[in-house]
């Protein structure tokens, strides 16, 4: 046995360890005192230098041998083996597990009983299970939830559609001038309540899809470009009743299209959401800007106002479910909620930032359709959030 020593050997038997030695005509031997463990399996104890029949005593290590031939043919390697399980004569399982190396000139598999490890893999196997039931059910309740929802949206969809025809005949009517401000008040607030139902659908459709790791928005492209331009055009009537003026990003139908990842309906409300904020808090007689940059594998939307800017109470919450101001303006604070998790979905980022000569600016960058590198919500600057 060149190579190891007699102290060796017995400090691995102290350690509850199996020591086997390979001779040269393949057969194994047992060197030291075996450990108590093994004696209980129901093999004679060996004797001195006589070959130990592993097909019968330790039957896996039979297909751990190839691994170990490996590894002893390679100076300074070695190899473990998984751990399996065998049956001592009384009944209890023992948890195993071998080491193939060499010691000088002696292959060597030391065997040893880990009863810690078989367990812990368990654990972690049986949290596994747990957690992916703990998601079946939550993915359950989502959708319960988002049945509920829409059910609700539904059943009051149908008479606030009824009552806006009401109200946009009513107002062709020749009235009074009182009741036709009135009429005024009730078509305005009826609009502002079918676009709430919107910013619930939007904001449950785009929770329902961020729990789903299969979602199909990240193989989604859309023209940035083309959905900016269409967006300052839809609400640039809402920007001159306001007397703000509304700036598009210059010459946006020229050039190639900006291609990125993210859904064309979806991106367009996010955009109209940034916009119509900067709209409700910018006072008559100055400007909301809408800026594109091109950055390398991103590209980056600025909305830009000369408001009064973000309240700092309000700043580090904004983003999240809910949170807006205390201003009369503020809507249902569910419009960035869901715009940071569509764009985070599509790998991208959302935030805000205080323009230094005052007012807000609110930015997104969303990944190049194609481009390689990006990453999940890479945004570099700190996120805060607005409504």
Request: aromatic share 4%; net charge negative; proline share 6%.
């Amino acid at each position: 046995m060149a190579g190891v020593t007699a102290v060796d050997v017995s400090l691995l038997a102290a350690l509850d360890k199996l020591v086997l030695e390979r001779l040269d005509d393949g057969a194994f031997v047992v060197r030291g005192q075996p450990p108590p463990w093994f004696l209980r399996l129901g093999i004679p104890p060996p004797r001195r230098e006589a070959p130990l029949p592993i097909d019968r005593a330790l039957p896996f290590l039979e297909v751990f041998l190839p691994e170990a031939e490996r590894a002893w043919s390679t100076e300074g390697r070695s190899a473990q083996s998984d751990c399996w399980t065998q049956m001592t004569e009384d009944g209890e399982a023992l948890h195993l597990e071998a080491t193939a190396l060499c010691v000088g000139s002696s292959r060597l598999l030391v065997v040893t009983r880990n009863d810690a490890l078989l367990h812990e893999r368990r654990r972690v196997l049986q949290r596994a299970r747990e957690l992916r039931l703990l998601h079946e059910a939550l993915s359950r309740e989502v959708e319960r939830k988002d049945v509920l929802v829409h059910c609700i949206v539904h059943d009051l969809s149908g008479p606030l559609n009824s009552l806006l025809g009401a109200l946009s005949l009513l107002q062709e009517q020749p009235l009074p001038e009182k009741s036709g401000a009135l009429a005024a008040v009730a078509l305005k607030a009826a609009l502002r309540q079918r676009e709430l139902i919107r910013e619930i659908l939007d904001t449950f459709a785009a929770e329902g899809a961020a729990l789903d790791a299969a979602s199909g928005d990240l193989a989604e492209v859309a023209d940035l470009r083309v959905t900016v331009a269409q967006v300052v055009e839809a609400l640039l009537p809402m920007a001159c009743s306001r007397g703000v003026r509304l700036e598009g990003p210059p010459a946006l139908v020229d050039g190639p299209p900006w291609s990125v990842v993210g859904e064309e309906r979806r991106l367009a409300r996010v955009i109209s959401n940034l916009v119509e904020n900067a709209l409700r808090f910018t006072a008559a007689r100055t400007s909301v800007r809408v800026l594109l940059h091109d950055e390398p594998g991103w590209a980056r939307v600025a909305v830009e106002d000369e408001g009064p800017g973000v309240s700092p109470s309000i700043a580090p919450h904004l983003f999240q479910k809910f949170a807006h101001g205390r201003d009369p303006g503020a809507g249902s604070g569910l419009g960035l909620y869901g715009a940071r998790i569509a764009v985070e979905r599509w790998g991208g980022a959302i935030g805000h930032e205080p323009r230094p000569e005052g007012g807000a600016r609110f930015w997104l960058r969303l990944r190049r359709a194609g481009a390689a590198g990006g990453t999940r919500g890479a945004g570099t600057e700190g996120q805060t959030q607005r409504e």
